[in-house]
């Protein structure tokens, strides 16, 4: 499985780009910067979205997703929890802000939107899919995404600390991780539901401890403003914890 991160950042601007994570071309996992990312061939090959959850960052992008295809007489099938759907349809293809391209072209809908229950495995474009709820401001869930070849990925999408509560359900060869902000700033990431360095360590020492490894961890949806604070934080905790943990940045390529 080839994933590439195409927005490693909750930010932003000319340098850096909104969540959005691509599999293998074909699955998108967030959409923060999907089409602000890719060419129209790109994007054709898209078939499958995954979402983590209803905030702005992680879905910005569905919006031209849902024109562009439309152009090309296909279909994207779009997954996450009722919730985050129901929540996508009210608020944005509600026909007032853009129309509801889960009926529009009435001949074949741009989108297609599929509700995922919560630890139930899902066949999503061929990949098996676990949703796990993870702690966030608003309801959001992880992803275990698995290929057929038996390779998986862990990615948390936004989460604050409990993210230990997923380790016991999975058994990844890669987690990638939100850590939004640096230590100093812990009092600001707990009640909006995302990691430090030093909150994302508790974490990683839990993994240890129920699944006996640690795998390599990319650490993602970076506030720019403290990068370089994170990075410094990041370097000394994969010193402590003896992991391999790296600061994700738009165009990485990743292989499990
Ligand atoms: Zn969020
Ligand atoms: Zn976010």
């Not at 129209?40 to 919006?63: C, G, M, N, P």
């Amino acid at each position: 499985m080839e994933i590439r991160i195409l927005g490693a950042h909750n930010v932003e601007s000319a340098n850096t780009r909104l969540t959005s994570l691509l599999v293998d071309g074909m699955l998108a996992v967030d959409v923060g910067s999907l089409t602000s990312s890719l060419t129209f061939t790109e994007q054709q090959k898209v078939s499958s979205i995954l979402l983590t959850h209803s905030h702005y960052d992680h879905i910005r992008d569905l919006a031209a997703v849902a024109l562009n295809t439309s152009y090309v007489r296909k279909t994207v099938e779009v997954y996450s929890q009722a919730i985050t759907l129901n929540a996508i349809l009210n608020n944005i293809f509600n026909d007032v802000v853009y129309p509801d391209f889960t009926k529009r072209p009435a001949e074949r809908p741009a989108l297609k939107f599929h509700t995922l229950e919560l630890h139930k495995v899902a066949d999503v474009g061929g990949y098996k899919v676990l949703p796990l709820l993870v702690k966030h401001a608003v309801p959001a869930v992880g992803y275990e995404i698995s290929s057929k070849e038996g390779k998986s990925f862990f990615f948390s999408g936004d989460s604050g600390p409990g993210l230990s509560s997923c380790w016991e359900h999975i058994s990844p060869q890669l987690l990638i991780i939100d850590v939004t902000m640096s230590n100093g700033l812990e009092e600001h990431a707990i009640p909006s539901g995302h990691l430090t360095p030093r909150l994302l360590g508790e974490e990683l020492k839990q993994f240890k401890k129920v699944k006996g490894y640690l795998p390599p961890v990319v650490i993602i949806h970076i506030s720019a403003l403290f990068e370089r604070q994170i990075r410094e934080e990041a370097k000394q905790l994969a010193k402590e914890l003896g992991a391999k943990i790296t600061v994700g940045h738009e165009g990485m390529k990743l292989k499990v």
